[in-house]
């Protein structure tokens, strides 16, 4: 079957815009809601017809695609192409039961929700207006419109944080029985308020980051997680796979189509990233234009070194077709030796110590 199966759609519009955060976001702007819901759905007629008949995803990310005026969030996921998973990332303070039922109506399969901690200072730290409670009753509401698929997202290495905070957030996310986990490091970027506010107790933070996720990795697999990809953990079911198969098309290489600002497509060895200007997003699609974007052709070394760099990330073996020219031999040789990875003839994956250190052994691995 030809053409793309991953849709990614990206619904800027945040109640406020947290310390660290680095994605393309705008803060409030309720009168632009319908327009952009409109420009995003030119975008999609204008570039289509890369898309196969046949969808694997759809995924709905920002921003706070929950805050997104729900009128126009509802006329989104109807016009939308159906697709075997359609995620929806959500922030715990928007979903109430209106929402939950509208999502599950208008054909959502799974929600993200971004939880981040339930410690309530480290909330305070991170700017976020949800409280542990708000998380409780966003599940809550979800369970009881009938969604069956709830991911949450988590984060450690906060300024203030210990490893008992972060245990207790383990505790706090798996009471709630979510079929999947993101576990993310914190990443403040250079130069943000953030970092100005909070770069000493970084740095220090940055010291026990192997500690915390040698914690994440072993308290979720004693609950029964599987480890699938460096951040994120689903839970084991006979009948269903509940691996997020949106971000699996990414670390696969699948190819994908982004619509909205700042999304990022990557088609037939060509990428573009679309302009993060809103006021420029509209008027193009207004008048029936593409949007301004920064095109990145795409090399078969740098395919080659991206396939191998995300590949490695999975807990499955990484086929070596059309890699192998990306591996540096002698590099192989010696994580292989030091027990960090294995490979045959056909196939590379990283021992469990080597998934620990993760991205220093790919770059020993890489030519």
Not at 334 to 339: A, F, K, N, Q, S
Request: glycine fraction near 10%; aromatic fraction near 6%.
């Amino acid at each position: 079957m030809s053409g793309a199966r991953h849709l990614y759609v990206h619904l800027p519009f945040c109640a406020h815009r947290c310390g660290y955060c680095d994605f393309v976001t705008v803060v409030g702007r309720g009168g632009q809601h319908a327009a952009y819901v409109d420009a995003l759905l030119r975008e999609l007629e204008l570039e289509g017809g890369v898309l196969a008949d046949d969808l694997e995803t759809v995924f709905l990310g920002g921003g706070t695609p929950t805050f997104t005026a729900l009128p126009e969030l509802e006329r989104l996921l109807d016009a939308l192409p159906r697709a075997e998973e359609i995620t929806v990332e959500a922030n715990p303070e928007t979903v109430t039961p209106e929402l939950a039922r509208a999502l599950l109506r208008a054909g959502a399969t799974r929600v993200s929700l971004g939880a981040q901690t339930f410690r309530p200072e480290l909330l305070r730290v991170l700017e976020r207006v949800a409280g542990p409670d708000d998380v409780r009753r966003a599940v809550h509401h979800l369970r009881d419109a009938g969604f069956d698929n709830i991911s949450l997202d988590l984060i450690y290495g906060i300024p203030g944080q210990s490893t008992a905070d972060l245990a207790a957030d383990l505790d706090d996310a798996l009471a709630l029985e979510p079929e999947h986990l993101s576990c993310y490091e914190l990443e403040a970027k250079p130069g943000t308020r953030f970092t100005h506010a909070w770069g000493e107790e970084l740095t220090r933070q940055a010291d026990a980051m192997e500690d915390y996720f040698e914690l994440v990795v072993a308290r979720l697999g004693e609950a029964g997680y599987r480890w699938y990809e460096t951040a994120n953990f689903c839970r084991v079911d006979d009948e269903r796979d509940l691996r997020s198969r949106h971000n699996l098309g990414y670390w696969l290489a699948h190819d994908y189509l982004g619509i909205g600002i700042g999304a990022v497509t990557t088609i037939d060895g060509n990428r573009w990233r679309n302009t993060p200007r809103l006021g420029r997003y509209l008027a193009a699609l207004a008048a029936g234009q593409a949007p301004e974007r920064e095109l990145e052709p795409l090399d078969d070394d740098v395919r080659a070194r991206e396939r191998v760099m995300l590949g490695l990330r999975l807990d499955e073996p990484l086929p070596l077709a059309g890699v192998r020219g990306a591996l540096d031999a002698a590099g192989l040789a010696r994580v292989e030796r030091l027990g960090l990875a294995e490979h045959s003839e056909d196939t590379l994956s990283l021992t469990e110590r080597g998934r620990f250190l993760g991205g220093a052994v790919t770059a020993e691995l890489l030519a």
